[in-house]
């Protein structure tokens, strides 16, 4: 059973960065990985996402702000935050599936970000 771990959220101000982790207990080599978010207003919604070839995809509103990648050893994926805003505050999550599946099998427990003065 793959177990995910997400890191590196906190308090930032407006326009500052954050990186957060999603640490696997396995390689993620055969598996698509996303970031997903959730607030009271809006509920969950997809992020990023990027594929095992690492193409990578993004939700209008953080195109050229934020960046997916995985890292050498394909334990990790990161989603780099630059020139966060108050409306990118809420509880982010990672998940993963398989390639050959639609769902995301695989969620981890979730970390805070709140961006504000």
């Known amino acids: 059973q793959l177990q995910l771990v997400e890191s590196g959220g906190g308090l930032v101000q407006p326009g500052g960065s954050l990186t957060l982790s999603c640490a696997a207990s396995?390689?993620?080599?055969?598996?698509?990985v996303a970031w997903f978010r959730q607030d009271p207003e809006k509920g969950r919604t997809g992020v990023s996402c990027?594929?095992?070839?690492?193409?990578?995809e993004y939700v209008d509103s953080v195109k050229g702000r934020f960046s997916i990648s995985r890292d050498k050893n394909q334990n990790t994926v990161y989603l780099q935050m630059n020139s966060l805003k108050p409306e990118d505050t809420a509880v982010y999550y990672c998940?993963?599936?398989?390639?050959?599946?639609?769902?995301?099998?695989?969620w981890g427990q979730g970390t805070q970000v709140t961006v504000s003065a």
């Open positions: 998940a993963a599936r398989l390639t050959a599946v639609e769902k995301y099998d695989y």
């Open positions: 396995g390689p993620l080599q055969f598996f698509a």
């Open positions: 990027i594929s095992t070839q690492n193409n990578a």
